[in-house]
């Protein structure tokens, strides 16, 4: 009873929208007098309709390679900053800047500093004369920038996550390693590492989890251009609810997109553990 | 007595006062209709003060009181979109758009019966076309003030080598070639979006296309639609007369390249006059004038308006139609006009504003004049919403050279057909 209003609460906020609108993805759902039921069509259409598809692809491209810099680039930074060098503590405080700062600020800021006509980067190149890279308006260059500010934006993030893990690690196990004659790289490969893989899959799981989220920066930055190289599955979703008034099939899309986090969360997790079932680790 | 008052009684009587205080004013202003609520569009300084004043004046006239929110465009048609999607009641009035019109058929309140014959003619006829379900001919929206785009280009620049401003396509290939250089671009447009697709329809009429034939079929993948689209492309990529990530320009960026100097010559909407003009937000002020818009075979561009509606669900839609009456009239149009420089919706205004208007300022509107009433939109036809995200993409590819203009359009007019063959465009 007393747990009553909380769980009133979360009804409220979080299973009545989302049952809603898993609902409205079986029916065609705009701004006419009526909503018909049309089943799986939605679904259907989305997996082979390819708009979507591009999104897909794209959101699997930007979710990789950003989670993979982040986790690589995190870990290195938070061993540097868990050392004893002069000045660290600056750069931890530093580092806190970059997740305070809101998504949609950053989408804009990075939208100005890839400007070829006024943007800092392709300023600094003209000065140095060499060619400048057409950040946002060619596609290749269109997605690898929007990994840019998402790393930008995250890797402090996995560093702090990191740190805290490396500061809480036994040091006993370093101390013998040390003693036997290991070199560093040999003992952060071998004890380290394994040691920490607890933390590395909790920042593997709430990247997956934001990488599939992300909508400020890419429609502050591109608005998923040009020609959808850079739309992800949120931003196709958007476009979809919002200028497409096509609610319906925006729900579906987000439930496809919930679907394969799902699944790559149970491969990231399930893998390990069926291994360890099988003694294997 | 408080000694005997029980917690089951003060409970209840308590509950019963939050009750009545939530719920008696609704009552007694549906009995009096004395307050409606609208959202109102909003952006930049001035508009909080021009509803602030639009609304006492109303108040004043009609003892009518108006609670109102303002949002900027985007975020505004989001909102309304959401309120469409819920059905909601919340407001009674709402700032609209042409662009938005075609989804809001069903939840828009048809204003025909409320304004007769006469009234309604007062209006560019292209605008309350666009505004009207062609469908059933119901009126959605009344127009508040008329956008069509002219050119802005450098006086200054054009002077010192001898140019006149482009008429036609050809030419603006050709005074922009000669514009260029020196890390200036003799003409901007923009490559993203909503912006891209107005600019991909002005050359398509232009080119002598069409959005739909006669069976409401697509067709802008025509072969006028076709050279439209190359000439666009081609610009961009082939000569070069434009910023080079043009791809992903906005209104804003197209209006900031030319106000900031770095372009010579734009295609923009009636505020650009009044923001140019400015020494606060214009490195340009003084060396600019307007031309007409280029043509092709025909000088049709988008001439679209923002406008105000009535919602269905309002319970309130007398008093309603009363303050949409009079954010329309004559009086608040020139005041719109006075404060803006929006170009009025009625004709009646729009010749008086024009008749006034003097020097620089005089040759522009009457520049815009001709525009509108040459104008155009594209249709409101079900599903078309999507067909609009549909080409955003399409066109973005085309500029981008991930597509040829002609395969670009060709899928696109695939899978706009599927689009609105599912909203039951052709039932």
Same mark, same amino acid.
């Given at each position: $009873? ?55 692809? *794209?959101? &699997? ?38 997740? $305070? ?38 596609? *290749? ?58 933390? &590395?899959?909790?920042?593997? $799981?709430?990247?997956? &989890? ?10 502050? $930055? ?8 850079? *739309? ?12 497409? &008034? ?36 | ?34 307050e409606i609520r609208a959202l109102l569009i909003t952006g930049g300084s001035l508009y909080p003060k021009y509803w602030e004043k639009i609304t006492q004046d109303f108040t004043k006239k009609t003892g009518v009181t108006v609670k109102y929110d303002l949002l900027e465009f985007t975020p505004m048609t989001s909102k309304e979109v959401t309120l469409g999607a819920a059905r909601s009641a919340e407001y009674d009035v709402y700032s609209t758009h042409t662009a938005q019109i075609g989804s809001f058929f069903n939840y828009f309140e048809p204003l025909n019966k409320y304004f007769d014959a006469s009234d309604l003619a007062d209006f ?31 006086? #200054?620049?054009? #002077? @010192?080598?001898?140019?006149k401003p482009a008429g036609t396509w050809d030419e603006l290939i050709d005074v922009s070639q000669k514009l260029t250089g020196g890390g200036h671009y003799g003409l901007v447009v923009p490559g993203q979006g909503d912006p891209a697709q107005r600019t991909f329809a002005d050359l398509l009429w232009q080119a002598g296309g069409e959005w739909v034939d006669d069976k409401n079929k697509p067709s802008f993948n025509s072969a006028e639609g076709i050279k439209a689209l190359t000439f666009y492309r081609d610009l961009i990529l082939k000569y070069k007369v434009t910023p080079p990530d043009a791809v992903s320009y906005q209104w804003d ?72 009456? +009079? ?15 929006? +170009? ?80 039951? @465009?052709?039932?």
């Amino acid at each position: $009873m007393l747990a009553g209003p909380a769980i009133i609460v979360m009804v409220v906020i979080l299973l009545y929208p989302l049952a809603y609108s898993f609902v409205m993805s079986f029916f065609r759902w705009d701004l006419g007098d009526s909503t018909p039921f049309i089943g799986v069509r939605n679904y259907s259409d989305a997996l082979s309709g390819h708009q979507f598809q591009q999104s897909l692809r *794209n959101q &699997i491209i930007f979710s990789i390679i950003s989670i993979a810099i982040e986790v690589c680039a995190g870990m290195g930074i938070a061993v540097l900053v868990n050392s004893k060098l002069h000045g660290l503590r600056l750069a931890r405080t530093l580092l806190l800047i970059p997740p $305070m700062i809101a998504p949609a600020v950053v989408g804009l800021n990075f939208r100005w500093l890839f400007n070829e006509q006024y943007g800092f980067l392709d300023a600094i190149l003209r000065d140095l004369h060499l060619p400048i890279v057409p950040w946002l308006s060619d596609p *290749n260059w269109a997605l690898t920038s929007v990994i840019i500010a998402d790393v930008w934006q995250n890797t402090p993030l996995m560093v702090l996550l990191f740190l805290a893990g490396l500061q809480s690690l036994p040091q006993e196990p370093l101390e013998a390693a040390a003693v036997d004659g290991a070199s560093p790289w040999a003992a952060f490969w071998t004890i380290v590492l394994p040691l920490l893989r607890p933390i &590395i899959m909790i920042a593997l $799981m709430l990247r997956i &989890i934001d990488t599939f989220r992300t909508f400020d920066t890419v429609w502050l $930055m591109t608005q998923g251009g040009p020609g959808g190289a850079t *739309n992800l599955v949120t931003v196709y979703a958007y476009l979809l609810a919002f200028q497409g &008034i096509d609610f319906g099939h925006a729900a579906a899309v987000s439930y496809i997109a919930l679907a394969i986090s799902l699944v790559l969360l149970a491969i990231l997790y399930g893998v390990p553990w069926l291994m360890a079932k099988r003694g294997a680790i | 007595m408080l000694n005997k008052l029980s917690r089951r009684h003060f409970i209840g009587g308590s509950a019963a006062v939050v009750a009545g205080s939530t719920f008696a004013p609704r009552f007694a202003i549906g009995a009096g209709a004395t307050e409606i609520r609208a959202l109102l569009i909003t952006g930049g300084s001035l508009y909080p003060k021009y509803w602030e004043k639009i609304t006492q004046d109303f108040t004043k006239k009609t003892g009518v009181t108006v609670k109102y929110d303002l949002l900027e465009f985007t975020p505004m048609t989001s909102k309304e979109v959401t309120l469409g999607a819920a059905r909601s009641a919340e407001y009674d009035v709402y700032s609209t758009h042409t662009a938005q019109i075609g989804s809001f058929f069903n939840y828009f309140e048809p204003l025909n019966k409320y304004f007769d014959a006469s009234d309604l003619a007062d209006f560019f006829p292209v605008s309350i076309k666009y505004l009207t379900d062609p469908k059933t001919g119901h009126i959605a929206a009344i127009p508040r003030n008329v956008d069509a785009r002219v050119q802005y280009y450098r006086k #200054d620049m054009y #002077d @010192a080598k001898g140019l006149k401003p482009a008429g036609t396509w050809d030419e603006l290939i050709d005074v922009s070639q000669k514009l260029t250089g020196g890390g200036h671009y003799g003409l901007v447009v923009p490559g993203q979006g909503d912006p891209a697709q107005r600019t991909f329809a002005d050359l398509l009429w232009q080119a002598g296309g069409e959005w739909v034939d006669d069976k409401n079929k697509p067709s802008f993948n025509s072969a006028e639609g076709i050279k439209a689209l190359t000439f666009y492309r081609d610009l961009i990529l082939k000569y070069k007369v434009t910023p080079p990530d043009a791809v992903s320009y906005q209104w804003d960026e197209n209006s900031s390249e030319f106000s900031s100097g770095a372009v010579y010559d734009t295609f923009d909407w009636p505020g650009a006059f009044a923001s140019l003009s400015d020494p606060s937000t214009s490195k340009v002020v003084g060396k600019w004038s307007t031309a007409p818009y280029v043509k092709d075979k025909t000088a049709v561009s988008c001439a679209v308006s923002h406008a105000m509606a009535l919602n269905s669900r309002s319970s309130k839609k007398d008093a309603a139609v009363e303050f949409i009456k +009079f954010t329309v009239g004559p009086e608040a149009q020139q005041l719109n006009f006075d404060e803006f420089t929006n +170009f009025p919706s009625r004709q009646s205004i729009a010749k008086q504003v024009v008749a006034a208007a003097k020097g620089d300022q005089a040759v522009w509107l009457g520049q815009l004049q001709t525009t509108i009433a040459n104008g155009k939109e594209w249709p409101k036809l079900p599903g078309f919403s999507k067909v609009c995200t549909i080409m955003y993409g399409a066109i973005e590819k085309a500029l981008s050279n991930q597509a040829s203009p002609t395969d670009a359009l060709n899928q696109a007019a695939s899978d706009s057909l599927d689009a609105m063959t599912q909203a039951g @465009a052709f039932d």
